[in-house]
């Protein structure tokens, strides 16, 4: 796991933007975001998809690539989305009119690794090489439920009704700043 504790307090910039990062996609977790109890969750199948399915839990599983390689880590989970992410598509969850509700120290490392900038250049500090090492250790179930679910979501129709629910919100929010 790394041994950095990242932290970068959003800067004056960030209320001008109003969340752009997070109007993109939700912050990558890192195993280090977990309690003890949920990294114990993590370690098989059953009990890890309980744990995602439970009712609190705002985390879902995405899959990323680096260099020519797939990884699985958990992120924020999206708006009208459930715990099995598509690529880091959406906005996030604890995203209010307000800028997000968790409390500084509460959001995930990939969030206090963004490093925020005059020019809106923001810059990462937790790189997937950090995420690929921190996440090592729970790619097999990690890897087997999100195959899982996105195939069975995807034949089910959730995904296109996801999608559907998200294209509408943002509808009635174009429509809402029209009037
Ligand atoms: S970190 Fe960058 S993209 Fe995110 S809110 Fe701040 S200025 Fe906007
Ligand atoms: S957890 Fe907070 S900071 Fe991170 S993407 Fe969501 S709203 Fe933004």
């Given at each position: 796991?790394?041994?950095?504790?990242?932290?970068?307090?959003?800067?004056?910039?960030?209320?001008?933007?109003?969340?752009?990062?997070?109007?993109?996609?939700?912050?990558?977790?890192?195993p280090d975001d977990l309690t003890e109890e949920q990294l114990k969750a993590l370690g098989a199948e059953?009990?890890?998809?309980?744990?995602?399915?439970?009712?609190?839990c705002l985390y879902a599983i995405d899959m990323a690539r680096l260099k020519g390689s797939v990884?699985?880590?958990?992120?924020?989970?999206?708006?009208?989305?459930?715990?099995?992410?598509i690529e880091g598509y959406g906005e996030c969850i604890a995203l209010t009119d307000k800028g997000c509700e968790l409390s500084f120290e509460k959001r995930p490392k990939g969030g206090r690794g963004l490093k925020s900038s005059a020019d809106f250049r923001?810059?990462?500090?937790?790189?997937?090489?950090?995420?690929?090492?921190?996440?090592?250790?729970?790619?097999?179930?990690?890897?087997?439920?999100?195959?899982?679910?996105?195939?069975?979501?995807?034949?089910?129709?959730t995904i296109e009704k996801c999608e559907k629910a998200y294209e509408m919100m943002m509808r009635e929010r174009m429509k809402n700043r029209q009037v």
């Open positions: 796991m790394s041994d950095v504790l990242l932290g970068f307090k959003p800067g004056e910039e960030c209320s001008i933007c109003k969340g752009r990062c997070c109007k993109e996609c939700g912050c990558s977790l890192s059953e009990t890890c998809t309980e744990f995602l399915k439970s009712e609190n990884f699985y880590y958990l992120r924020m989970r999206s708006k009208c989305y459930t715990f099995i992410g923001c810059i990462q500090e937790y790189t997937p090489e950090e995420m690929v090492v921190d996440w090592k250790p729970y790619q097999k179930v990690l890897e087997a439920i999100w195959k899982k679910y996105s195939a069975e979501l995807e034949a089910d129709g």
